[in-house]
């Protein structure tokens, strides 16, 4: 049981250039989450997953994108990175409606040069 | 949305308690009121949570002022394992999506020392 797992966990990009994160869980939890942190910050919410095929926005979605094609995995995608989105990238998963208890993963640091 | 308001930094000796204030004078009816830690930039664990009642699990316990208005998360004994970001969080509740969105604020650093 790996629970949340987050790839990359580190990522150097050029300005402009696009990727993506991949969050999987392994829970069978029906929420998923993204965040961002930056330095001496708390965590900002992205964008949110409340099941299959659904996304919606949260604090700071502008120039992120988000995809749930499969329930176990949560994808986040920068189209034209920007030093702005420097920061460090968490993704989360609960079950409860109410976000009792979410995991979550360990981070990707990434770097937009 | 419910907002709280927590000291930015603490510091507590190795083996008392720590006790973590948090002010949310503007909480729903209906909503919960989380902890969460956050360990040397690792992703956040959660704590513990309660609506009004005291909570207490195997890591910490909670206190809810009747009014609501107020809490203490207390860790028993701590230790230098527990120095960490703690965060205070009153569920927000969407009710178009049916879900709760755990929204962060600073949170209080807590530093324990030998």
């Known amino acids: 049981n790996a629970g949340v797992t987050q790839t990359p966990k580190f990522r150097v990009l050029k300005t402009g250039q696009s990727m993506t994160l991949l969050c999987a869980q392994d829970m069978n939890h029906e929420y998923m989450y993204w965040y961002r942190q930056d330095p001496g910050m708390g965590l900002r919410l992205i964008h949110y997953?409340?099941?299959?095929?659904?996304?919606a926005k949260g604090e700071v979605p502008d120039g992120y994108n988000v995809s749930r094609l499969k329930k176990q995995n949560f994808l986040l995608g920068l189209e034209s990175a920007a030093p702005s989105q420097t920061s460090v990238y968490f993704c989360?998963?609960?079950?409860?409606?109410?976000?009792?208890?979410?995991?979550f993963g360990q981070g990707t640091r990434l770097t937009v040069v | 949305d419910a907002k709280t308001t927590q000291p930015t930094s603490m510091d507590c000796a190795e083996g008392r308690a720590a006790n973590l204030p948090c002010n949310h004078s503007t909480i729903s009816g209906n909503e919960y009121v989380y902890w969460y830690r956050q360990i040397h930039s690792q992703g956040p664990q959660y704590i513990i949570h309660g609506l009004k009642n005291n909570e207490t699990n195997e890591m910490a316990s909670l206190i809810i002022t009747e009014d609501r208005k107020s809490s203490t998360l207390i860790l028993p004994h701590a230790t230098l394992r527990d120095t960490a970001v703690y965060y205070c969080i009153v569920l927000i509740r969407e009710y178009a999506s049916n879900t709760g969105k755990l929204i962060f604020g600073q949170g209080t650093t807590l530093q324990v020392k030998p």
């Open positions: 989360a998963s609960s079950y409860s409606k109410r976000n009792t208890e979410a995991f």
């Open positions: 997953s409340v099941g299959e095929g659904t996304t």
